[in-house]
């Protein structure tokens, strides 16, 4: 990764922290916003629940890209939530 894509993702993460601290409008989404705030959503409500994992159908659940899907476990890492595939019938 190069200093520009360390520095676009550390940006979402501080913007991502903020919105969730209520410290930032909740802009009108884009799907790919959308995607976001449903895993977002997803891990709040786990949490809530008392659950201690989460079961995803594919990697795309976790992000269109590397640099999502390095958030995205991140983000499941520091709610304690472990992660597990679904298996094909």
């Known amino acids: 990764m190069d200093i520009k894509a360390i520095q676009q993702s550390l940006e979402k993460l ?3 922290r903020l919105l969730e601290a209520g410290k930032l409008p909740i802009p009108v989404p884009d799907a790919h916003q959308q995607k976001f705030a449903n895993f977002l959503e997803m891990i709040k409500r786990t ?3 008392g659950i201690q994992a989460v079961v995803v159908d594919a990697p795309w659940v976790l992000g269109d890209t590397e640099q ?3 958030v995205n476990l991140e983000l499941l890492e520091e709610a304690g939530l472990e992660l597990y595939f679904a298996q094909e019938s």
């Open 47 to 49: 949490k809530a629940e």
């Open 14 to 16: 501080r913007r991502r």
């Open 68 to 70: 999502e899907l390095a």
